[in-house]
């Protein structure tokens, strides 16, 4: 069945390191997107990908990092320098950007210890 | 400030009441609005209303867009438990954007 993986399901991390949360899609979708959703606050765009090798910044970037070396992967990093790392991840895919028939995963719960 | 603006932000009801959920929108050169339900994890995509569709129904669930005064609503009646859970309303900023996503509403339904 076609659709989008997301791992680990949870993940600790202490403060100063960085991690990586991985989302794969089987769905031969072009554009995928990060999003962050905190309590009360709804989901924020990180990063978004309209094609292999290439990526753009969504409304909070600011010490996260992306890649997008195959069409199927597109995994976000944590830095150390996110200030407030702990929430509930979650990746998406469309056909393309102007396509809004969003997939969702499963999301990262990430907790900074 | 907030481009998608979603009230209330929490309601409890009953079994059997009918509920609606107000979105609100500005963004520059409308194409469409989006409904997505969210019950654990993953938000699963309920409607999608653009310009020449401009009411929705599926089952117990219908909604309309109004584009003049830029808001839509999500109606649900004869609410079940299973109803419980959290509807985000998103559209894209502008153009070929990715969607922008409102705080959400988190509906209780309580037998």
């Known amino acids: 069945d076609g659709g989008i993986t997301q791992s680990p399901k949870y993940l600790f991390r202490k403060e100063g390191q960085n991690v990586t949360l991985s989302c794969e899609q089987n769905?031969?979708?072009?554009?995928m997107y990060w999003y962050r959703q905190d309590p009360g606050q709804g989901l924020r765009l990180i990063y978004y990908?309209?094609?292999?090798?290439?990526?753009q910044k969504g409304d909070i970037a600011e010490g996260y990092s992306v890649s997008r070396e195959k069409k199927e992967s597109f995994p976000l990093t944590v830095t150390s320098a996110q200030k407030n790392p702990t929430a509930f991840y979650l990746c998406?895919?469309?056909?393309?950007?102007?396509?809004?028939?969003?997939?969702f995963g499963s999301g990262t719960r990430l907790t900074v210890v | 400030e907030d481009k998608v603006v979603q009230s209330p932000l929490s309601l409890v009801v009953h079994e059997g009441d009918t509920v609606t959920l107000n979105c609100s929108y500005e963004v520059t050169n409308f194409r469409s609005l989006l409904w997505y339900k969210q019950e654990k994890k993953a938000p699963t995509f309920l409607f999608m209303l653009t310009s020449s569709g401009i009411e929705k129904k599926s089952g117990r669930l219908s909604s309309i867009l109004d584009k003049k005064e830029l808001f839509s609503i999500l109606n649900i009646t004869a609410t079940q438990t299973g109803d419980s859970a959290v509807y985000l309303c998103a559209v894209p900023n502008s153009g070929n954007t990715p969607l922008v996503f409102g705080k959400g509403t988190r509906l209780s339904v309580i037998a």
């Open positions: 769905l031969n979708h072009d554009a």
């Open positions: 990908s309209q094609i292999v090798n290439d990526f």
């Open positions: 998406a895919s469309s056909g393309q950007v102007s396509n809004y028939g969003y997939t």
